[in-house]
């Protein structure tokens, strides 16, 4: 699948999502390129339908963004509650366990699909998958004994690798952490190897959302569609 059919797909997904947020909502919004449609549909209808909601941003890419539509952007800790967080993926597969933080966003991610009511999931087809893991895992951790993360990791099988920009620099996240990606391929067991990333010192936080996910929305050629998981 070529970009232009990919931007295609994701685009639908997105247009499709936006329908799920309705006047007087507040609703969470993800981060990255899927996510990019769903907020520039949802600058549409505020523009053009006189939609009326408050967002919570994960990213602060994703608050430009919306802020520059005139969307209505608040602190996480400004509202109680999140009706609905609507967010893209790296990977899915079968049993709604995904993959985030392809765009070193996952903490903010995290933080805000755990305070919402519903979460919901916008990919192209290409991220549904069987096992999780070919994308590589990333793991956000603090800057100091960074080198010592990594060395565990190393002795553990993981293959960790630490993310850098193009000049060679570590990628900062938007907590100023860096972000060490896991080459694992394929992730058998992944509430154990959760357990042991966020219990090891110096990891904040890591991209596997496990059963959390209320809906995925799949981009696909003959149109979007909805996959509902039965176990929330």
């Known amino acids: 699948m070529d970009k232009a059919q990919q931007d295609a797909l994701k685009k639908a997904a997105g247009i499709e999502a936006a329908k799920l947020v309705e006047n007087g909502m507040i609703a969470g919004l993800g981060t990255g390129s899927t996510v990019k449609f769903l907020v520039d549909e949802l600058g549409r209808r505020v523009k053009e339908e006189g939609l009326q909601f408050t967002g919570v941003t994960t990213s602060r890419r994703t608050q430009a963004q919306a802020e520059s539509y005139g969307i209505k952007i608040v602190d996480i800790d400004d509202v109680d509650h999140i009706d609905v967080t609507i967010d893209g993926a790296d990977e899915v597969d079968k049993d709604f366990n995904g993959i985030k933080g392809g765009g070193a ?109 209320d809906k995925v929305i799949v981009g696909d050629p003959n149109g979007p569609r909805v996959l509902t998981n039965g176990n929330k």
């Open 105 to 213: 966003a996952l903490l903010w991610e995290k933080i805000v699909a755990t305070n919402s009511d519903r979460i919901v999931w916008i990919v192209d087809e290409s991220k549904v998958v069987d096992t999780i893991g070919k994308f590589p895992l990333p793991v956000e951790v603090i800057p100091f004994g960074a080198g010592h993360v990594i060395k565990k990791f190393e002795a553990k099988g993981y293959k960790p690798v630490l993310r850098l920009d193009a000049d060679g620099k570590e990628v900062r996240t938007d907590e100023n952490n860096y972000v060490v990606d896991l080459h694992l391929e394929k992730i058998e067991h992944p509430f154990d190897l959760a357990e042991d990333l966020i219990n090891t010192v110096g990891v904040v936080e890591h991209g596997l959302f496990l059963n959390m996910v």
